[in-house]
């Protein structure tokens, strides 16, 4: 699952680089793993680090578009040699000097995962990237609804921004942000943040399995009557992005495909989204 997110400032818009001065250097690079520098790691959830990354000068930028994603290498638990997963920055994308991921740690599971969180400021972290998921531009849908479970919340964080950004941009996103307890819900006070902050462009509902005696907000699993009481319906103005571990796929939307040497493909949209008439044109799987 994609698990990390990065902090900077939100509503900025990017100023227009004058035909002057000179396009920043981006960081990393899509054709090999860029070695970067630990800064900080701070532990701010259950099991959550925010993991600041320094690039070689300050002037450096991530050179990433919305929606994207870079890879972060580590070792495999097993030692048997490395592995590379998918991270999702949400940041602005002309953010100099630094990026900052945000990573849920999987006790005695995890290979980067466990790797990232484990890494000490002064330490090197290897990243290749950035690469395009879904073009995300204001006004491209009327309406998204989002899906995430877990450290899937960060692609749509990313998304959320991104629009939220826009001041010309209109789009009326929801999200539904699923995890196993209160105490596991991360980033709440940003996410919320975002929201308080956004005109009543963007909803979001928390949802949980195992609710607290105190708990007042959505409880268990994704059902259809969830769906239609807080997601934008099918149509060809609106989109439904999920991200979330693989059992969540597999009820909600269906599976992505993977094949050897190739990135993944969509796959037919099942599930709960399948029943509802959602078709492939109107959900995106992270």
């Not at 900077?8 to 960081?27: D, L, R």
């Not at 592995?83 to 920055?89: C, E, S």
């Not at 900052?100 to 005695?108: H, I, S, T």
Request: proline fraction near 8%; hydrophobic fraction near 35%.
């Amino acid at each position: 699952a994609t698990m990390a997110v990065t902090f900077a400032s939100h509503f900025s818009t990017t100023a227009a680089v004058s035909s002057s001065e000179a396009a920043p250097n981006v960081a990393i690079s899509k054709s090999s793993f860029t070695p970067l520098t630990v800064s900080s790691n701070v532990v701010v959830g259950k099991n959550v680090h925010k993991v600041t990354l320094d690039f070689p000068s300050r002037t450096d930028v991530l050179g990433m578009r919305t929606a994207g994603m870079l890879m972060v290498e580590g070792p495999k638990r097993d030692g048997s040699g490395t592995v590379a997963r998918p991270y999702t920055p949400v940041s602005r994308n002309d953010t100099p000097g630094r990026v900052e991921l945000v990573v849920k740690d999987y006790p005695d599971v995890g290979n980067v995962s466990s790797h990232i969180c484990a890494a000490k400021a002064g330490d090197k972290l290897s990243v290749k990237g950035c690469f395009d998921k879904i073009e995300v531009k204001p006004n491209k849908w009327k309406k998204v609804g989002m899906l995430a479970g877990g450290s899937g919340i960060t692609p749509c964080l990313q998304v959320a921004e991104e629009l939220l950004s826009s001041p010309d941009d209109a789009t009326e996103i929801t999200l539904i942000f699923f995890n196993r307890t209160p105490d596991d819900i991360f980033l709440k006070s940003h996410i919320d943040s975002l929201a308080s902050r956004s005109g009543g462009r963007f909803t979001v509902h928390y949802c949980v399995d195992e609710p607290s005696p105190s708990w007042d907000g959505l409880t268990g699993y994704v059902t259809p009557a969830m769906v239609s009481a807080h997601l934008p319906p099918p149509s060809s103005d609106n989109m439904i992005m999920v991200c979330g571990p693989p059992p969540m796929y597999k009820a909600v939307c269906g599976p992505k495909v993977f094949k050897k040497g190739k990135p993944p493909s969509q796959g037919a949209v099942t599930g709960v989204l399948g029943e509802m008439g959602y078709g492939a044109d109107g959900v995106f799987k992270f």
